[in-house]
């Protein structure tokens, strides 16, 4: 099965506490959906630009695209 990284970028100088937060409703929301998730992460490139990232099976994207409105996805090796 097809891997997906969901990505939500969060920018300024409180994208690190805002993604780390983002990333307990992720869990909750994976948990209340019952949805396979790999893993549910925090990416951080600068100060000022920090990721949430949630990674899970191709076939869950369409829904999760639909409920939670990731800024962007990538395929994952």
Do not use: Y
């Not at 969901?6 to 948990?31: M, Q, S, V």
């Not at 549910?40 to 369409?62: G, K, L, R």
């Amino acid at each position: 099965m097809d891997k997906v990284k969901l990505i939500w970028d969060f920018r300024g100088p409180t994208a690190k506490r805002t993604a780390e937060h983002h990333c307990i409703h992720l869990n909750d929301f994976i948990r209340m959906e019952n949805i396979e998730s790999e893993s549910v992460t925090v990416e951080e490139f600068s100060e000022m630009h920090v990721c949430a990232t949630m990674i899970i099976n191709q076939n869950d994207v369409p829904f999760m695209r639909e409920k939670l409105k990731p800024h962007r996805g990538q395929l994952v090796n």
